[in-house]
Nanobody, 125 residues
Framework: QVQLVESGGGLVQAGGSLKLSCAASGSIDSITAMGWYRQAPGKQRELVATVTSDGSINYADSVKGRFTISRDNAKSTVYLEMNSLKPEDTAVYFC???????????????????WGQGTLVTVSS
């Protein structure tokens, strides 16, 4: 019922820019947080950036000043603008959403976490 659809990955030269998007759809009451994570081959998945429903934003030190996360609440979409890309940024980027969904007419709800399928970003030198 709830899906995350990512787009925007691709090949870019070092120093270039790329913008990722992730749209959430389905039976969503509200999204408490959305974020981006990445995983390079042979490496652990790491946090890139997150944004909460009240606008609180966190960035990994490695991307601070280069990446910008933003959110369009009306479209349930989160974006990641990546500038000054480096070969070290090469990874599969995953979108994650923490959300609340209403399950009955009385207003009962449950919290869910969903991951996108991942989109590959390759930065050439």
């Amino acid at each position: 019922q709830v899906q995350l659809v990512e787009s925007g990955g691709g090949l870019v030269q070092a120093g270039g820019s790329l913008k990722l998007s992730c749209a959430a759809s389905g039976s969503i009451d509200s999204i408490t947080a959305m974020g981006w994570y990445r995983q390079a081959p042979g490496k652990q998945r790491e946090l890139v950036a997150t944004v909460t429903s009240d606008g609180s934003i966190n960035y990994a030190d490695s991307v601070k000043g280069r990446f910008t996360i933003s959110r369009d609440n009306a479209k349930s979409t989160v974006y990641l603008e990546m500038n000054s890309l480096k070969p070290e940024d090469t990874a599969v980027y995953f979108c994650k959403a923490s959300l609340r969904t209403v399950v009955n007419v009385e207003g009962a709800y449950r919290y869910l976490e969903r991951w996108g399928q991942g989109t590959l970003v390759t930065v050439s030198s």
